[in-house]
């Protein structure tokens, strides 16, 4: 049996992209051989300001939608990073392991601070160190992520081999990233060259997951796209990242095959395309919409998830903290 380990900011409110890019795999991986550990990483939302209240809803909203993906909590363990002490211990041993260079490559942070890096948070240039410790402190092996944390996943893998060096031995294994590559990366419906983001200052650039039927309909009618036609082959796409975009998220949604959609679609302008796509994603975001609200009637019920969750969490990483401790030489606790 592996573990395997996954996180995500409960900042605003999820995406059509945090889901098919991430919370769907998680449910699916409930399914195998392996430990799922499932952590709402409410220090690393910190590294922006977030408002105090805004933060706590959004938690909760978080919370609420990850048991509507169809995360189990009795399968999996569910919990918020804050509540787990190992992290913050492990995330200040790597801070002294981790090197300057390495963190100023992070595109990320580049892409987050950008002309701004003297103002920026510390943390937010450390970022990566913590999400090191989320994993490592589980000595967890599997990691799903999308695409643009791959980096952050090979950085945690550095860290890693450089402790096991300093200290002499191999206390904490390799992790294999996973990402599903046919929604690797939703894009934003106003730009097809830009990722699907929580952040982004347009509502109409995403699908949040709480988004209901005339909203999501009139968003899809209002995606950017191109003046031709729908071709009849993907590679003729190559060229035109709206449509590649709208058709990965079609399939992804409908479960059919892009090359079986386009055959459908060729030749059609992106009116009964857009029709079509916009049924099959209410299909798909309304039941989770529904639950999502379900869940967040009772926020007593997801402390109690969250707080069980977090006890399971501390048994595992707080040994693993404990002894990353002995071996960097501090006495016991
Ligand atoms: P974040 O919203 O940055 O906390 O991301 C949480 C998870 O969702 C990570 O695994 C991301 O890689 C994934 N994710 C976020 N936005 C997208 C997107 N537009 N497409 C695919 N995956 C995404
Ligand atoms: N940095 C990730 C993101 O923004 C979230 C995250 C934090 C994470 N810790 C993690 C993802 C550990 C996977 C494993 O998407």
Not at 38 to 65: K, N, S, W
Not at 76 to 88: E, K, N, P, W
Not at 137 to 158: C, M, R, S
Not at 178 to 198: I, N, Q, W, Y
Request: charged share 25%.
């Amino acid at each position: 049996m592996a573990r395997i380990f996954s996180g995500i900011q409960p900042t605003g409110t999820g995406t059509l992209g945090n889901y098919l890019g991430a919370l769907r795999n998680w449910a699916a991986m409930q399914q195998g051989e392996d430990e799922c550990v499932y952590c709402l990483v409410d220090m690393h939302a910190i590294t922006t300001f977030q408002d105090p209240a805004t933060l706590r809803e959004q938690t909760y909203g978080m919370a609420a939608l990850t048991l509507a993906c169809g995360i189990d909590p009795e399968r999996s363990i569910l919990f918020h990073q804050s509540a787990v002490s190992a992290h913050a211990r492990l995330a200040w041993i790597f801070n002294c392991v981790a090197r300057m260079g390495w963190l100023k490559r992070m595109t990320q942070f580049k892409d987050k601070a950008g002309k701004n890096q003297e103002e920026v948070s510390t943390g937010l240039f450390v970022y990566p160190n913590l999400m090191a410790a989320d994993i490592h402190a589980y000595h967890a092996t599997k990691v799903p992520v999308g695409d643009d944390q791959l980096q952050h996943i090979e950085l945690a893998n550095d860290i890693a081999e450089k402790f096991n060096h300093d200290f002499g031995m191999s206390f904490f294994p390799r992790i294999e990233p996973f990402v599903l590559k046919e929604t690797a990366r939703v894009m934003s419906l106003r730009d097809g060259t830009k990722k699907m983001s929580k952040s982004d200052p347009s509502d109409q650039s995403r699908i949040n997951m709480t988004d209901d039927a005339d909203m999501i309909a009139q968003k899809i009618r209002k995606a950017k796209t191109d003046p031709e036609p729908l071709p009849d082959n993907l590679a003729a796409l190559a060229e035109r990242p709206e449509a590649r975009n709208l058709l990965g998220i079609f399939a992804a949604v409908s479960g059919e095959s892009q090359e079986a959609l386009l055959a459908r679609f060729a030749g059609s302008g992106f009116g009964p395309f857009k029709n079509a796509l916009a049924d099959a994603l209410v299909a798909h975001v309304e039941p989770i919409a529904n639950r999502t609200r379900d869940y967040l009637a009772d926020k007593a019920e997801l402390d109690r998830i969250l707080q069980a969750g977090a006890r399971k969490a501390a048994a595992i990483a707080g040994p693993i903290a404990d002894e990353a401790e002995r071996i960097v030489g501090f006495l016991p606790r």
